[in-house]
């Protein structure tokens, strides 16, 4: 069955450097979408991507987030210069299509957990 | 602000009973609805979606919505520990899906 995959499960990074996370979707979809969980919190929408732009994004994901497809696989997430706040799971989502319509729905990868220090 | 709304629990139930869920949704232009499982320390995993006021049934879940009250609801029948997880009301905004903060199931033995 096809699924998101995630790289690396864990991330350990101090606190100002930058990081890289890195998803491959599901090969026959069309639309990429970060999220994150914060420990015992819920999970929050950061990014939507499509077309090679993002289409939709969300408060938190101000100028020190940064999405990229760099290639037909692979789309990753940028933090360049994280903070205590930024230690999460973040996840990555595919969808075929839009979501909202039918039939859509949209699958996550196993995450990556980053822990900032 | 969009907002999915749920109980956090825990919803403790005896194995084999029935276990209900429940969220409420406070953007009527919502068209899509999913229930996901989510374990301790791992990603969420789609079990339910739900496009149409009324019951959809898979297996020993069952998705209800009603649009009118904004309310979905799941039920699991025959609960087994295995079920036991924090279930994620999921509902669709603007190109992305908005979740609630879950509620805590655990069905004892």
């Known amino acids: 069955e096809p699924e998101v995959t995630q790289t690396p499960s864990h991330q350990v990074t101090q606190m100002g450097q930058e990081v890289i996370l890195r998803c491959v979707p599901i090969?026959?979809?069309?639309?990429f979408y970060w999220y994150r969980q914060i420990l015992g919190q819920k999970v929050e929408f950061l990014v939507s991507?499509?077309?090679?732009?993002?289409?939709?994004k969300s408060e938190i994901f101000d100028d020190q987030f940064s999405v990229e497809r760099p290639d037909g696989s692979n789309f990753t997430l940028k933090i360049r210069s994280t903070k205590l706040e930024d230690s999460a799971m973040y996840f990555c989502?595919?969808?075929?299509?839009?979501?909202?319509?039918?039939?859509?729905?949209?699958?996550f990868g196993s995450g990556t957990q980053l822990s900032v220090l | 602000q969009k907002e999915v709304e749920q109980n956090s629990g825990p919803l403790s139930v005896p194995e084999g009973a029935i276990a209900s869920l429940n969220c409420t949704y406070s953007?009527?232009?919502?068209?899509?609805f999913f229930w996901y499982r989510q374990y301790s320390g791992k990603s969420p995993e789609l079990i339910m979606s739900?496009?149409?006021?009324g019951d959809k049934e898979d297996g020993r879940f069952t998705a209800q919505l009603n649009k009118a009250s904004q309310y979905v609801s799941l039920l699991i029948r025959d609960s087994q520990p295995s079920d036991s997880a924090t279930y994620l009301c999921?509902?669709?905004?603007?190109?992305?899906?908005?979740f609630g903060t879950g509620t805590r199931l655990l069905v004892s033995p």
């Open positions: 989502a595919s969808s075929e299509a839009l979501l909202g319509g039918r039939n859509e729905k949209l699958f």
């Open positions: 090969s026959n979809h069309l639309y």
């Open positions: 991507f499509y077309n090679n732009e993002i289409s939709e």
């Open positions: 953007d009527r232009v919502s068209q899509s």
């Open positions: 739900i496009y149409s006021n």
């Open positions: 999921a509902v669709t905004g603007f190109q992305k899906l908005v």
